[in-house]
């Protein structure tokens, strides 16, 4: 199969490094371009990273020599190489909409990590597992833009990616109040140790808009493809209530949640729904998908971020402590991978999608 040519524009930032390291030897994608702002651009990609690489593998051979292109000043000529990009880059908001925007309309699709255009109606949110079907929203949204064969794809905040599809899993009870504080880990903020001192020893109560984004981004994804519109209309429910802590832990973010349904569970039920939760990724042959959609976990201990973040390749979702509660109905502990499937694994996935649902053609 002849692959998609790939630019990732963030190249050089913590998301940008693990699409890199997930890209190496993809069946389907190979990168033709790196890029980030003007302080890097003109240099070559392994000197510019060579004191902040922060991946446990070695630079790709095949692209550690390229020489990093300015993601905004050389879009036309990163357009033009790419059959589609990824973004994952740290700029005002605005400026962020206006970039996405002009590489789509330059008909280069794009997958982005980037929180900007999520709440725009026309741009599906997507965690594969749990509403693949908005990808249908693309061709209303290139009505909008003018556009034939470019778009853009969003995947949701990375603090919602373990728990938003045990939601999923458990739906036809009807989910009625959540209550989710989650511990996050401090790549999510773009950090290592030795960037972020003040973490050490200690934890940090406020994480600027992932409260917002915790509680309102699950109601788009469980929201639906209103066709007349050619917009996807947010789910009015559940009732979300989150907590966001930003804890002394490199990778993985965990939530504890607390569930309430319109009808009731025994944990009999909640375990198989659990267990027997669709594999959509799979079914449709996706390559990053993970073995099983949820990995129910028994030992109480687990999941912990240093031994449960790279279950099934960093893209599988562990789940534990799942038990009755005495206010809500039950409570759990889920834990997921923040950069690899809450940012470039969840990307890479979601782009997949986009080329099994033939958005996305050479
Ligand atoms: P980061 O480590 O700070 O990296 C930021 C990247 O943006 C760098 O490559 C930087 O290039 C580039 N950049 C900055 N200004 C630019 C400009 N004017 N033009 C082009 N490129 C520019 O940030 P990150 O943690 O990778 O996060 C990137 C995005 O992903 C953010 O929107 C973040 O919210 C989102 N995200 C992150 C995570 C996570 O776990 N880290 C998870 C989900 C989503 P230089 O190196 O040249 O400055």
Same mark, same amino acid.
């Given at each position: 199969? %002849?692959?998609?040519?790939?630019?990732?524009?963030?190249? &050089? #930032?913590?998301?940008?490094?693990?699409? /890199?390291?997930?890209?190496?030897?993809?069946?389907?994608?190979?990168?033709?371009?790196?890029?980030?702002?003007?302080?890097?651009?003109?240099?070559?990609? %392994?000197?510019?990273? *060579?004191?902040?690489?922060?991946?446990?593998?070695?630079?790709?051979?095949?692209?550690?020599?390229?020489?990093?292109?300015?993601?905004?000043?050389?879009?036309?000529?990163?357009?033009?190489?790419?059959?589609?990009?990824? $973004?994952?880059?740290?700029?005002?908001?605005?400026?962020?909409? *206006?970039?996405?925007?002009?590489?789509?309309?330059?008909?280069?699709?794009?997958?982005?990590?980037?929180?900007?255009?999520?709440?725009?109606?026309?741009?599906?949110?997507?965690?594969?597992?749990?509403?693949?079907?908005?990808? +249908?929203?693309?061709?209303?949204?290139?009505?909008?833009?003018?556009?034939?064969?470019?778009?853009?794809?969003?995947?949701?905040?990375?603090?919602?990616?373990?728990?938003?599809?045990?939601?999923?899993?458990?739906?036809?009870?009807?989910?009625?109040?959540?209550?989710? $504080? &989650?511990?996050?880990?401090?790549? #999510?903020?773009?950090?290592?140790?030795?960037?972020?001192?003040?973490?050490?020893?200690?934890?940090?109560?406020?994480?600027?808009?992932?409260?917002?984004?915790?509680?309102?981004?699950?109601?788009?994804?469980? #929201?639906?493809?209103?066709?007349?519109?050619?917009?996807? /209309?947010?789910?009015?429910?559940?009732?979300?209530?989150?907590? $966001?802590?930003?804890?002394?832990?490199? +990778?993985?973010?965990?939530?504890?949640?607390?569930?309430?349904?319109?009808?009731?569970?025994?944990?009999?039920?909640?375990?198989?729904?659990?267990?027997?939760?669709?594999?959509?990724?799979?079914?449709?042959?996706?390559?990053?998908?993970?073995?099983?959609?949820?990995?129910?976990?028994?030992?109480?201990?687990?999941?912990?971020?240093?031994?449960?973040?790279?279950?099934?390749?960093?893209?599988?979702?562990? /789940?534990?402590?799942?038990?009755? +509660? &005495?206010?809500?109905?039950?409570?759990?502990?889920?834990?997921?991978?923040?950069?690899?499937?809450?940012?470039?694994? #969840?990307?890479?996935?979601?782009?997949?999608?986009?080329?099994?649902?033939?958005?996305?053609?050479?």
């Amino acid at each position: 199969m %002849k692959k998609f040519n790939v630019g990732i524009i963030g190249a &050089t #930032g913590m998301v940008g490094q693990r699409f /890199i390291s997930l890209l190496e030897n993809h069946p389907w994608f190979k990168i033709c371009c790196l890029s980030a702002s003007s302080n890097s651009a003109g240099k070559i990609y %392994k000197d510019v990273v *060579k004191n902040r690489w922060n991946i446990d593998i070695s630079i790709d051979k095949s692209v550690e020599n390229m020489i990093v292109l300015d993601g905004v000043k050389d879009k036309e000529k990163i357009a033009c190489l790419c059959d589609f990009v990824f $973004c994952a880059v740290d700029m005002p908001k605005q400026d962020i909409i *206006k970039l996405e925007e002009d590489y789509a309309k330059l008909e280069c699709p794009v997958i982005s990590n980037n929180s900007a255009n999520r709440r725009v109606s026309d741009i599906p949110m997507i965690i594969p597992e749990v509403n693949s079907d908005h990808i +249908d929203v693309i061709k209303y949204q290139r009505i909008r833009l003018g556009t034939k064969k470019g778009f853009i794809a969003v995947k949701s905040n990375c603090s919602l990616q373990s728990y938003v599809p045990v939601l999923k899993a458990l739906s036809s009870f009807g989910l009625k109040d959540v209550a989710v $504080c &989650t511990y996050q880990a401090i790549s #999510g903020a773009g950090k290592t140790f030795e960037t972020f001192p003040d973490i050490v020893d200690n934890i940090i109560p406020f994480i600027p808009g992932e409260e917002e984004k915790s509680e309102n981004e699950p109601l788009k994804i469980f #929201g639906y493809l209103d066709k007349d519109k050619g917009i996807i /209309i947010s789910s009015s429910k559940p009732n979300i209530t989150t907590q $966001c802590l930003r804890v002394p832990v490199s +990778d993985g973010h965990m939530a504890a949640v607390f569930v309430k349904f319109d009808n009731k569970p025994d944990l009999k039920q909640v375990r198989n729904l659990i267990n027997n939760f669709e594999n959509i990724p799979e079914s449709l042959g996706l390559p990053s998908s993970a073995l099983k959609s949820l990995y129910l976990l028994d030992d109480p201990y687990r999941p912990q971020p240093k031994l449960d973040k790279n279950f099934d390749c960093g893209m599988g979702i562990t /789940i534990g402590r799942l038990r009755e +509660d &005495t206010q809500y109905h039950i409570k759990f502990v889920s834990l997921s991978h923040n950069t690899v499937r809450g940012a470039a694994g #969840g990307a890479i996935m979601l782009a997949e999608l986009a080329v099994a649902k033939g958005y996305i053609k050479l």
